[in-house]
């Protein structure tokens, strides 16, 4: 199969070399490191293995891109509104998009847009960073969950678990609502409350009364999904996520290093998305209303 | 009568010193400024014009101070414990204490510590500041409502009202509770929301999302407050509270000045007490419960 992919940075960048260093055809598109990853191709420092890819596939121009079978997508969801521009060059009839993005919503909002295309959500396990031009640094964890949101295509679905196994990557198939939903247990709480309290997850969870919230507020995401009709979600798996964040090292989420960085905060998808779903099916997260407000405060500040 | 001022800093000192201007025997306990005020007098710079005081009762300590009719209580709530040590060489049997002070639950705890002493809870509305030794500065407002919470001497609370009036102070007899929740209204949102985002009253009504915000959090109050039977309090006080704060300078409240200048904040009563007593009856507040634990964090990070 041909692999395109779309937003090449610390997730785009390490499964799409993981499945080029694999052997597979894959095609990028690149910016600012166009050049460089031309002259010198791309480095992946792993704690899996290091590596490096000397020739690349890549463009500046998604129009000199070839249609490709899969397309993965690792964009911020701040730049969804680019994929009306990126993604048709790329598409055939079956071609799959898989979204390894953050949050809720993003797939129904996509397929809108693309009524026709098959899309899967890629939910990537992964601390990585993209530290200079063509080069992904990979600290731990790695691997991916798809699941399903409308590929018809089941043999070609196992084919994209295929190629990511055969690269090196666990890839599993999950059941998409309730892999979406439960990342959002964690997502929800850690993401915004780093960025409100301006501080790691350790010391939210040292603190027995922001321990206590975020408790609070994983429990706000597991009713919501409940209430949604979404298996698989009970308290107990509020008490996991806090027992996995206790043994991790102090950790900054992505909307903390995107508010640091002053780089835009992915607060609609994590956010108002999954809010206003609950909402419309008449079920209210107060505590996460709270924090998506404060964050559209801090944004603006 | 006479009167005892225990924490003479913004509002002891002015109210203390407008009441002995005014002619009233006034005996004020001092700590740091003793020495200054013993030589120099008391000043008060105020917008409703500005007064030196040559000859000030000061004390050192507590057991030099004469028994008087009624004592002022201008301590912040954070210091409350020390009532137990500071006021019983005040009382006399029919002594009247005026706690003028933030928060909800004042009154009940320091009446568990003094059963049979008469209270009376003070609401200042008034901006003012201690900036100097001995010096105290009056910039706006400047009344205080009175709400009786078991003074039986209905002659002598009648009394204190008039030795407001006569000291130029506007004074007015409140229902207790609904004067508290009322206070409530206004205090629980911007106290803790001006910490939680390092912000100002202005700032806050400007931003759409914590506008809602504030709104929502006055409403947990209004709910809070008609879930325990207190009288008074609509949704049209919500609105009220906020066209006032619109048309009102930028301002940091006082929990913010206490944060910024990193002195203990007021979070026991003006949030945890109140969650605590609507919780008891059966009402939750979610959002303010969140800030409540923001608060708490910040005081310890």
Redesign the interface.
């Known amino acids: 199969m041909r692999y395109g992919i779309i937003g090449v940075g610390a997730i785009g960048g390490f499964y799409g070399s993981k499945l080029a260093y694999s052997g597979q055809e894959v095609h990028f598109l690149l910016h600012s490191d166009y050049q460089f990853v031309k002259e010198h191709g791309m480095q992946v420092d792993s704690c899996d293995g290091s590596f490096h890819l000397d020739h690349v596939n890549v463009y500046q121009n998604v129009e000199d891109m070839p249609k490709c079978d899969v397309v993965l997508v690792g964009l911020k969801t701040t730049n969804n509104h680019l994929l009306a521009k990126l993604l048709p060059p790329l598409l055939h009839e079956h071609t799959i998009v898989v979204l390894i993005q953050n949050g809720i919503g993003v797939e129904a909002d996509v397929q809108q847009m693309f009524p026709k295309t098959q899309l899967v959500a890629g939910l990537a396990f992964i601390c990585s960073a993209k530290t200079e031009p063509g080069r992904v640094n990979h600290q731990c964890y790695g691997s991916i969950n798809l699941g399903n949101y409308s590929c018809k295509d089941e043999a070609r679905f196992q084919q994209i678990l295929n190629d990511f196994t055969n690269a090196g990557v666990q890839a599993a198939s999950v059941p998409y609502e309730e892999a979406r939903w439960k990342k959002a247990v964690w997502n929800m709480p850690f993401n915004g409350m780093t960025v409100?309290?301006d501080?790691q997850t350790d010391?939210?969870l040292k603190?027995p009364?922001?321990r206590?919230?975020i408790r609070?507020l994983m429990m706000e995401v597991i009713g919501a999904a409940q209430h949604l009709g979404v298996t698989g979600l009970t308290e107990a798996f509020a008490d996991k996520m806090i027992e996995t964040t206790d043994v991790m090292t102090p950790y900054s989420p992505s909307m903390k290093l995107d508010y640091d960085f002053h780089r835009p905060m992915e607060i609609h998808y994590l956010y108002s998305r999954p809010i206003e779903i609950a909402r419309a099916a008449g079920y209210r997260m107060?505590?996460l209303?709270?924090?998506?407000?404060?964050l559209?405060?801090?944004e603006?500040?």
């Open positions: 409100a309290l501080t010391l939210l603190n009364d922001t206590q919230l609070d107060p505590k209303e709270m924090l998506e407000a404060e559209r405060f801090k603006q500040a």
